[in-house]
C-alpha cells in the first residue's frame, strides 16, 4: 500500500479542516439568515383585526378648499374603519394661535397620538415640539415643520415631483414638436410648495431642447383668480402648445377662460387630482388631457400610521418593527387611459 507523503497528509488535513470550517461558517450565516427571516416574519404589523384601542387627535386648517376638505374627510373615514380608534378632530383654523390652542386641548386631553396638518409648518413647530415632550407622538402631515424633533413621522405629497411629472408629460406628448412654447399657472408664490413645483417642472424641461417655457402667472388657488390670470396669459400669449395648471381648483377658472377665449390649440395639464378634472380627462372634450395628484388619501394613511404607532406596530409590507420616519407620496398623472382606477380618489 503506497504511504501519503507529510505534504500531502498536511495537505489534505488542512484542506478538510478548511472545507469543514467554511461548511461550519456557512450553516452558521444560513442559521443566523433564518433567524433574521424568522424575526422579520413575526415582526407586528398593523392590519384590520381589533387590537388595542387608540385615541387620535386631528387637528388641520380651515376647509376652505377642495383638497383640504377632502383631507378632513379621508381622515374621518379612515377612521370609522377601525373599532379600535377613536377620534378627536378639531374644528379646523387657519390662525396659527387659534390651531395651536387646539392641539394643547388634545394634549391635554392626553390622547394617544397626534396628526397635525398645520396651517404653517414653521409657526407650530413649538406646538409640535410640547406634544413629543410630553410622550404624544406627533404624525406631521403633509406641511412639515421646521425640526424633526416635533414629530415621529411625516407623510406628505411630493411637490418637486408634481412639477417634474407634469414637465415630463407634456415634454413626451411636444418631444417632436420644433420649437414648442409652454406657459404656466402657478399657485402662491409666497409658497414653498409653489416654488417646488415649478422648479420641478423646469427640471424635467431640462430634457427637452426643443421646448421653451414662455410666459409663467401665478395665481392663488382659487376659480376666480384662476379665471382672472389665465385670462392674463391667454391675451399675452396668441399661441403656444401646453399649459400646466398647478392646481384643478383654480383649473376650474382657468377652463372658464380658456373656453370665453375659444382657444382649443393647446393641451393643459393640471395639478392636485379634483373629481371635476378627472371628469373632464374622462369625457376627453377639452384641452384638458391630465392632471398631476397630490392625493387627499394622505390623511388616511395618516390615520392608519397613527393607529400602528399607538398600538406599536409596524406597517403590513414591511420588514422594520417600526414605521418609517418619513413617506413621500407619489404624483402619478392621471390620463384618459388610467383615470378610472384613480377616480375614486378625486375631491370635490
Same mark, same amino acid.
Not at 378627536?88 to 390662525?95: H, L, Q, V
Not at 414653521?122 to 425640526?147: E, H, W, Y
Not at 373656453?259 to 378627472?278: C, N, P
Given at each position: ?110 390622547? !394617544? ?88 417642472? !423646469? ?146
Amino acid at each position: 500500500m503506497a504511504r501519503t507523503p507529510a505534504t500531502s497528509r498536511r495537505a489534505l488535513l488542512f484542506g478538510t479542516a478548511a472545507v469543514s470550517a467554511g461548511a461550519l461558517l456557512t450553516a452558521c450565516t444560513s442559521n443566523e439568515t433564518k433567524d433574521q427571516e424568522l424575526a422579520a416574519d413575526n415582526a407586528p404589523v398593523a392590519d384590520d383585526k381589533p387590537g388595542k384601542a387608540v385615541t387620535i387627535g386631528f387637528a388641520g386648517p380651515q376647509a376652505d378648499h377642495g383638497w383640504l376638505n377632502a383631507i378632513n374627510d379621508n381622515a374621518k373615514s379612515r377612521a370609522k374603519k377601525y373599532s379600535d380608534v377613536t377620534l378627536e378632530i378639531t374644528e379646523g383654523s387657519n390662525d396659527t394661535a387659534a390651531q395651536i390652542g387646539q392641539i394643547q386641548t388634545l394634549i391635554n386631553k392626553k390622547v !394617544d397620538v397626534l396628526v397635525i396638518l398645520p396651517a404653517d409648518g414653521k409657526a407650530l413647530t413649538q406646538v409640535g415640539l410640547q406634544a413629543m415632550r410630553a410622550g404624544i407622538p406627533v404624525i406631521n402631515l403633509d406641511r412639515v415643520f421646521a425640526s424633526p424633533q416635533a414629530y415621529r413621522c411625516w407623510i406628505g405629497g411630493d411637490n418637486y415631483g408634481m412639477g417634474l411629472n407634469a414637465g415630463h408629460y407634456i415634454g413626451e406628448q411636444l418631444k417632436d414638436k420644433k420649437n414648442a412654447k409652454v406657459v404656466e399657472l402657478a399657485g402662491l408664490d409666497n409658497l414653498e410648495l409653489t416654488q417646488q413645483r415649478t422648479k420641478g417642472f !423646469d427640471d424635467a424641461l431640462k430634457n427637452y431642447p426643443n421646448i421653451k417655457k414662455v410666459a409663467r402667472q401665478a395665481a392663488d388657488f382659487t376659480v376666480e383668480s384662476g379665471q382672472a390670470k389665465m385670462a392674463q396669459l391667454l391675451q399675452a400669449q396668441s399661441n403656444f402648445d401646453a399649459l400646466w395648471n398647478h392646481d384643478d381648483d383654480q383649473g376650474v377658472g382657468a377652463l372658464r377662460a380658456i373656453d370665453q377665449a375659444g382657444r382649443d390649440d393647446f393641451l393643459m395639464v393640471g395639478g392636485a387630482g379634483a373629481k371635476s378634472a378627472m371628469d373632464a380627462i374622462k369625457a376627453d372634450n377639452s384641452v384638458l388631457k391630465a392632471t398631476v395628484l397630490y392625493p387627499p388619501t394622505m390623511a388616511a394613511s395618516a390615520i392608519d400610521l397613527a393607529r400602528a404607532l399607538g398600538q406599536s406596530k409596524g406597517v403590513g409590507g414591511l420588514a422594520e418593527f417600526e414605521i418609517p420616519s418619513s413617506l413621500t407620496l407619489y404624483s402619478a398623472v392621471v390620463t384618459k387611459d388610467n383615470v378610472d382606477q384613480y377616480l375614486p380618489t378625486g375631491f370635490i
